[in-house]
């Protein structure tokens, strides 16, 4: 029903704060209020650590949702993260959601050594979310995650 075009940045990943004020201004008014959500965004695919599901059941032990956000629409989407207090993902395009969550949020991004960016740290900070990343161990496939470390990241964000 409505189109909004924000201003293009010449480097992928840049985003001005006016961008996303301009989107959460205008799309706002469709984003749950409530939070206290704790998801873990997971991947398909060549962009899944060799250990996923090691991940999966590490977080699923703290109490996150394991969700994956193929197949939902993009409400579904803004409202997943607008609700969420704790956010862990993957690196991937699914964490431009982050333009719909809430300051304070915590978001935790799990890298390969194959892809760093700081694309989704730069929005994270632009909207007051705390913002906690952790590089895969390198292996043959896209990386190996350390689950005591994760999970000493996520019971840290936790208690704040």
Known sequence: ERLVFTAFEPDAGMLCKESVDLLKETFGD???KQGGK???LTRKGRRRFDNQDAIENTLQTLGLDV???DGMSVREQMELFGASDLIVS???AGLT???WGRPGTAVVELFSEKWPNDCYF???TLKGMRYRSMMANPSDGWGVVDCGR???IIEELMER
């Open 67 to 69: 969700v994956d956000t």
């Open 150 to 152: 994760l999970r000493t």
């Open 97 to 99: 959601n982050l333009v």
């Open 38 to 40: 704790r998801v873990f």
């Open 122 to 124: 730069r929005l994270a």
């Open 90 to 92: 993957n690196h991937g």
């Open 30 to 32: 469709m984003l749950t």
